[in-house]
């Protein structure tokens, strides 16, 4: 039988509103918690005479497990779907790791985007955020889950499933989602309504079950049809070789024979070999690491943070850029002038907040404050940036991967964003 | 909150390197209340290798910069990159 397609799925939402527990619901049905979990749960249950199956037990468990074990990577929760194979992300809580999501090489396909709809819960601050995180990765494709129904009062009521929708929904709308794209689902991970099969306690509901939003998403294309871009991530100088830069192809096909410049380098050389693992390949496609081996280049011309463009369509190096951006923690105030460091692909590079244009209201996405005189934590603005030495960044409609950023300042990652345009040397 | 997994790939300095040194010097390394959870040589191209590590620590912790740091100053490094990040 051929191989399901991959998907990478992230699990996005409040610490609070059962992210974990949905995760491990879904890895329970879909029959991936090791049988030797529940053959022992089985036994005790049966020992103190209990006969309902505690689902809270097989979570404990199953944590239990994963922190005990020695060896494991990052991508160690898989299940399938009668349509794929996924891979689980289910995103930290601490906003300093927001960093890694941005320039991590593990893409995320798809996100569900897990809100609680027991009593005073809702859309929270943490729910805003990681829809902009979301938004910033570039997720296109979202399953919306109005988790904990049975805690709503009174339990599975619709009315309370149709406001929360619609909170979400004026909230996605600001980041831009579209919404006749977006799938919402209501459920309770906890009693495992909706999951697998239609649930009697939410008979009110005609649409697909959790499982089957997820055999609705589709595939994302590989971005080959974008002009190429390679960041680099380290060169070297091999023996009988000679110079081998070596990086992921994020956008664009990259072939031997090519004609390639290095930004903002700005270095020209020729592609003479590729390869990948052990072997030579033709050309290169998005997703992959490879070394490549130039002509015309020495190791001293070029370093990590260079990105690799063809020569007819080079990789941008603008003078300055405008930029959204949501700030996730700052301890008092961003002024004009503030100049944090800025991650973005391979490179990091100290940037001069310009220009504070608008303050966004994160509600409506319509503007609250033309030309603020500060940004404070929870804030989403228009801003313009000035980085303090050449760099590479894209329009994010135009090239996404290479149109995000992370900001760290003191240790800290204080904000994410996407650039919106370019204003050219 | 939890514990989070971050997957990081670290670059050496040239194909010259000897690995085995590396990855005892990466296992000294892990900061305090960061778990060493695996290691693996990768071939990347022209007989280069990279060394994919993962680690686990709390959530609270906030952020991996500090292995990431830790990593990036041993000798014969030449890159850290974090590939993949996500709750235990």
Known sequence: ?425 | MGEVIVGLKVMPESPETNMEKLKNDIKNAIPKGVKLRGMSEKYIAFGLKAVDVTVTMPDSAGGSENVENALSKIPGVSSVEVTGTGLL
């Not at chain 1, 022992?40 to 922190?67: I, N, P, S």
């Not at chain 1, 960044?393 to 240790?411: S, Y």
Request: one cysteine or more; charged letters at 25%; proline letters at 6%.
């Open chain 1, 1 to 425: 039988m051929a191989e399901k397609p991959h998907m990478n799925l992230v699990f996005i939402g409040h610490v609070d509103h059962g992210k974990s527990t949905t995760v491990g619901r879904l890895l329970l049905e879909t029959g991936v918690v090791p049988a030797h979990v529940i053959e022992e749960y089985r036994k005790k249950a049966a020992e103190k005479g209990k006969a309902t199956f505690e689902f809270a037990w097989v979570m404990d468990a199953l944590k239990e497990e994963r922190e005990r074990g020695l060896t494991i990577d990052v991508a160690h929760k898989r299940f399938d779907t009668s349509k794929y194979y996924f891979t689980i992300i289910d995103a930290p809580g601490h906003r300093d790791f927001v960093k890694n999501m941005i320039t991590g090489t593990s893409q995320a396909d798809a996100a569900v985007l897990v809100v609680s709809a027991a009593e005073g819960d809702g859309v929270q601050a943490q729910t805003k955020e990681h829809v902009f995180l979301a938004r910033t990765l570039g997720v296109t494709q979202l399953i919306v889950a109005i988790n904990k129904m049975d805690a709503a009062k009174p339990g599975y009521n619709e009315k309370r499933y149709n406001d929360v929708k619609e909170d979400v929904t004026k909230l996605l709308k600001t980041v831009g989602y579209k919404i006749d794209t977006v799938q919402f689902v209501p459920i309770s991970a906890l009693k495992s309504d909706n999951i697998i099969k239609p649930s009697e306690n939410i008979k009110w509901f005609k649409g697909a079950t959790f499982l089957q939003t997820l055999d609705n998403l589709k595939v994302p294309e590989k971005p080959t049809a974008l002009p190429l871009r390679l960041p680099v991530q380290d060169v070297y100088t091999i023996t009988g070789v000679g110079t081998v830069p070596v990086g992921r192809v994020e956008c664009g096909v990259m072939k031997a024979g090519d004609k390639i410049i290095f930004q903002p380098a700005n270095v020209a050389g020729e592609v003479k070999t590729i390869e990948m693992h052990h072997e030579q390949i033709p050309q290169a496609v998005p997703g992959d690491n490879v070394g490549f081996n130039v002509r015309g280049i020495s190791k001293k011309d070029v370093k990590r943070g260079d990105v690799v463009g063809h020569s007819d369509n080079p990789p941008t190096v603008p003078k300055t850029f405008t930029a959204q951006v949501a700030i996730l923690q700052h301890p008092s105030a961003i002024a004009a002038g503030y100049t944090p460091v800025f991650h973005c692909h391979t490179s990091q590079v100290a940037c001069i907040f310009e220009e504070l244009q608008k303050k966004l209201d994160p509600k409506t996405g319509q503007v609250k404050e033309e030309k603020p005189e500060f940004l404070k934590t929870g804030d989403i603005a228009i801003v313009k940036i000035r980085p303090t030495r050449p760099m590479v960044i894209e329009k994010a409609k135009d090239i996404p991967p290479l149109g995000r950023f992370a900001v760290r300042d003191m240790g800290q990652t204080v904000a994410a964003g996407l650039c919106i345009d370019i204003e050219k040397k």
